[in-house]
């Protein structure tokens, strides 16, 4: 068995963070959970970071929670699920509301939590051999991970319902289609193009991206009044940051910009 349930490695900016228990199809257990938080964490503060790309070790994304797990805890489930989605759900949080991109890549098959998982990045490159399944309701669970926030967000209520009841299957180019997902690409392509889009995305103006990633995020609770003003504020404070003064010269000069730290040249 895998003795680190996470790995983590950062270089050039991006932070790769896969889940490593591919003998239990990546399934969550409190291991996993609270190693995943402590990386979420650093994800956030650590400004070193630019992007986060979040994969699966083996053949599955993830499996969800660990249902082995779950049946030894006998009349105690209850509150092994408690602090099991408890400390995943701070994780989320803190990948959801850090200042950076979050790149997923579905290298396979994703249920139950494992889906929440999959579904909450930025952009979602999807192998075609994946699928995806709620699956909570043949346990006898409800939802967590933020599925039920995220699937109506993205699919719409009508679908979110049929997918969490139904507990149907939704392969890879459904998920695409209905967007689930960004995009689906060639399993053998997927670390490539995945590699390719982090990249691009730690070399972009992090700061703006991360100032409109939290925009769209509260555009799903706002009213457009709201929104507009929330708009003139980050727009005010990306053009004063060193970000905007280095895309200036950049586009005054024909020639790409250097957002990283310490290159810009300023107007």
């Given amino acids: 068995m895998s003795e680190t349930p996470v ?19 990546n399934a969550i257990d409190l291991p996993m959970a609270r190693a995943l938080t402590e990386i979420a964490i650093r994800c956030e503060t650590d400004t070193a970071i630019r992007c986060v790309v979040l994969t699966g070790a ?70 075609r051999s994946a699928h995806f399944t709620a699956a909570y309701g043949t346990l006898g669970l409800t939802p967590d991970g933020g599925m039920s926030w995220w699937l109506p967000r993205l699919v719409g209520l009508r679908k979110a319902q049929e997918i969490i009841l139904t507990n149907r299957r939704i392969k890879a180019d459904e998920a695409e289609a209905i967007g689930l997902v960004t995009r689906t690409v060639v399993d053998e392509a997927l670390a490539a193009e995945g590699d390719a889009l982090a990249v691009r995305l730690a070399d972009a103006a992090v700061g703006a991206l991360g100032a409109a990633r939290a925009l769209l995020r509260q555009s799903l609770e706002t009213s457009l009044e709201a929104q507009l003003e929330r708009e003139v504020a980050a727009i005010t404070r990306s053009g004063a940051a060193p970000e905007c003064r280095e895309g200036l010269a950049a586009y005054f000069e024909k020639r790409a910009p250097n957002f990283k730290p310490g290159n810009f040249k300023g107007v």
């Fill in 7 to 25: 790995l983590f490695d950062l270089a050039g900016g991006i932070a790769r963070v896969t889940l490593n228990r591919p003998e239990a199809g």
């Fill in 58 to 127: 083996g053949r599955l994304f993830c499996a969800g929670g660990d249902v082995g797990l779950f049946k030894s805890s006998g009349d105690h489930v209850d509150a092994l699920l408690s602090e099991l989605a408890g400390t995943l759900h701070m994780a989320l949080t803190r990948f959801a509301r850090m200042a950076k991109p979050l790149l997923v890549l579905v290298n396979g098959p994703a249920a139950g939590a494992g889906l929440s998982l999959a579904i909450g990045g930025d952009v979602v490159l999807c192998a």
